[in-house]
């Protein structure tokens, strides 16, 4: 016969039921509420969130924008800045070259000034004088001593602000190098969104890397950079400005002492030339005084000769005489008259004797004088000469050298001082 099968374990009443259904049931709408709840805290953070993520990524966006704009205004006025630094270094350089030449031109003043003292050393006797063409010469040397010393410190000067120009134009473009790769960082930061193929996830991205400055020391860089740019642009075309100067006043300096000098020398040459007329005059007139004197000693020979020869007849005729015979040798009037003549022709003979003795220390004297005036001529012939080729050199500072073919080249340009004795230049 079959049994009953009781399943072994506790067997809840039915109370226990119903309260265990009431229970989930409380229990489900309770969860449905804490879901409902935290559905709508998720609703409220999410749009919450949303709009701060949209705000923070706007603000972001902004900043960046407005970053880009302050950093792109002062990489612009680098950028003005070096070119300013570039056409002013272009112009210094240019400005320096030109006193470079200028110094270049002031050596070929300096070797004809040096070449007409040489020549002028090549002065004899009593022509080796200190003239006013000497003195201005020793002055053009000077100046020009001077002048090129003065143009030298300005090619110094313009060197130093060069090397400050570039070193000012090395720290803006490292600036602006800077600010340029930057802004294109920036740019690609305001391009990311999230739809960006190269965005991810980065370790510790809010460090602060090595090196960060603070803004306000960015700004205080960028304005030194660029203050002392300008400052060196207005010192470099302040001494622009000097050199061009420097260089006027040098060139009106050594023209007016060239003026000096070339109208020293064309005095000089007047002068001079004004001498040897004279002196050629002199010599003319000293020939005609000779020629006339060697005429009169010849008459005077001439005379001598007849005297003398009257004298040898007087003398015969007195000895001749001395054979009369015995009382016709008497001292009669002839005889008186004879004896005179004699005592008279001897008298005449001596005295053109001595005259002729007087006309020939005349002459001698006269020759003497012709050979120091002749000598003198040469002196001064050779002394224009030699002005004539300082004449001729000095075309050289208003003929280009290339161009310039003297007549005859007597020294080799030297840069070489003459004998310190004879040319004191301090």
Same mark, same amino acid.
């Given at each position: 016969?079959?049994?009953?099968?009781?399943?072994?374990?506790?067997?809840?009443?039915?109370?226990?039921?119903?309260?265990?259904?009431?229970?989930?049931?409380?229990?489900?709408?309770?969860?449905?509420?804490?879901?409902?709840?935290?559905?709508?805290?998720?609703?409220?953070?999410?749009?919450?969130?949303?709009?701060?993520?949209?705000?923070?990524?706007?603000?972001?966006?902004?900043?960046?924008?407005?970053?880009?704009?302050?950093? $792109?205004?002062? &990489?612009?006025?680098?950028?003005?800045?070096? +070119?300013?630094?570039? *056409?002013?270094? @272009?112009?210094?350089? %240019? !400005?320096?070259?030109?006193?470079?030449?200028?110094?270049?031109?002031?050596?070929?003043?300096?070797?004809?000034?040096?070449?007409?003292?040489?020549?002028?050393?090549?002065?004899?006797?009593?022509?080796?004088?200190?003239?006013?063409?000497?003195?201005?010469?020793?002055?053009?040397?000077?100046?020009?001593?001077?002048?090129?010393?003065?143009?030298?410190?300005?090619?110094? $000067?313009?060197? &130093?602000?060069?090397?400050?120009?570039?070193? +000012?134009?090395?720290? *803006?473009?490292? @600036?602006?190098?800077? %600010? !340029?790769?930057?802004?294109?960082?920036?740019?690609?930061?305001?391009?990311?969104?999230?739809?960006?193929?190269?965005?991810?996830?980065?370790?510790?991205?809010?460090?602060?890397?090595?090196?960060?400055?603070?803004?306000?020391?960015?700004?205080?860089?960028?304005?030194?950079?660029?203050?002392?740019?300008?400052?060196?642009?207005?010192?470099?075309?302040?001494?622009?400005?000097?050199?061009?100067?420097?260089?006027?006043?040098?060139?009106?300096?050594?023209?007016?002492?060239?003026?000096?000098?070339?109208?020293?020398?064309?005095?000089?040459?007047?002068?001079?030339?004004?001498?040897?007329?004279?002196?050629?005059?002199?010599?003319?007139?000293?020939?005609?005084?000779?020629?006339?004197?060697?005429?009169?000693?010849?008459?005077?020979?001439?005379?001598?000769?007849?005297?003398?020869?009257?004298?040898?007849?007087?003398?015969?005729?007195?000895?001749?005489?001395?054979?009369?015979?015995?009382?016709?040798?008497?001292?009669?009037?002839?005889?008186?008259?004879?004896?005179?003549?004699?005592?008279?022709?001897?008298?005449?003979?001596?005295?053109?004797?001595?005259?002729?003795?007087?006309?020939?220390?005349?002459?001698?004297?006269?020759?003497?004088?012709?050979?120091?005036?002749?000598?003198?001529?040469?002196?001064?012939?050779?002394?224009?000469?030699?002005?004539?080729?300082?004449?001729?050199?000095?075309?050289?500072?208003?003929?280009?050298?290339?161009?310039?073919?003297?007549?005859?080249?007597?020294?080799?340009?030297?840069?070489?001082?003459?004998?310190?004795?004879?040319?004191?230049?301090?």
């Amino acid at each position: 016969m079959a049994s009953l099968s009781v399943k072994p374990g506790q067997r809840f009443t039915l109370p226990d039921w119903q309260n265990n259904s009431r229970l989930i049931s409380a229990n489900a709408e309770q969860q449905r509420f804490n879901s409902h709840h935290i559905r709508q805290e998720g609703r409220v953070l999410r749009n919450d969130t949303g709009n701060q993520a949209k705000w923070d990524e706007h603000n972001s966006r902004t900043s960046l924008k407005d970053r880009i704009t302050t950093v $792109d205004k002062w &990489r612009e006025a680098l950028a003005k800045c070096l +070119a300013d630094i570039d *056409l002013e270094i @272009d112009a210094l350089s %240019k !400005v320096k070259e030109a006193a470079e030449n200028a110094i270049q031109a002031k050596n070929l003043c300096l070797d004809v000034a040096i070449e007409c003292l040489t020549f002028r050393e090549s002065r004899r006797d009593i022509d080796v004088v200190r003239d006013p063409v000497e003195e201005e010469l020793h002055k053009e040397v000077k100046v020009i001593e001077k002048t090129k010393k003065d143009l030298q410190q300005r090619v110094d $000067d313009a060197f &130093r602000q060069l090397c400050l120009l570039k070193e +000012a134009r090395q720290q *803006l473009s490292c @600036d602006h190098r800077h %600010k !340029v790769e930057a802004l294109e960082l920036d740019r690609q930061c305001v391009s990311f969104n999230p739809t960006s193929g190269n965005i991810s996830f980065k370790v510790n991205p809010t460090r602060i890397p090595d090196g960060t400055t603070a803004l306000q020391e960015w700004e205080l860089n960028s304005r030194r950079n660029k203050e002392r740019a300008d400052t060196e642009l207005k010192a470099s075309v302040d001494l622009r400005g000097a050199i061009t100067l420097t260089i006027a006043q040098t060139n009106n300096e050594l023209d007016a002492q060239r003026i000096a000098t070339e109208f020293a020398l064309r005095k000089r040459m007047r002068d001079m030339e004004a001498a040897l007329s004279e002196l050629k005059w002199q010599e003319k007139n000293t020939l005609e005084e000779i020629a006339e004197m060697e005429e009169e000693i010849r008459q005077l020979e001439e005379n001598i000769k007849k005297r003398t020869l009257d004298l040898k007849v007087a003398h015969t005729r007195l000895e001749t005489r001395t054979y009369r015979p015995h009382i016709e040798l008497c001292r009669d009037q002839a005889q008186f008259g004879l004896t005179d003549e004699v005592q008279q022709l001897e008298g005449i003979i001596r005295a053109l004797q001595q005259k002729r003795t007087e006309s020939q220390d005349a002459l001698d004297a006269l020759y003497r004088q012709l050979h120091r005036i002749q000598t003198d001529i040469g002196y001064k012939t050779n002394s224009l000469q030699l002005d004539n080729k300082c004449m001729d050199t000095r075309r050289k500072l208003v003929v280009p050298v290339e161009k310039f073919d003297p007549e005859v080249d007597a020294v080799s340009r030297t840069r070489n001082l003459p004998r310190e004795s004879q040319l004191e230049l301090a």
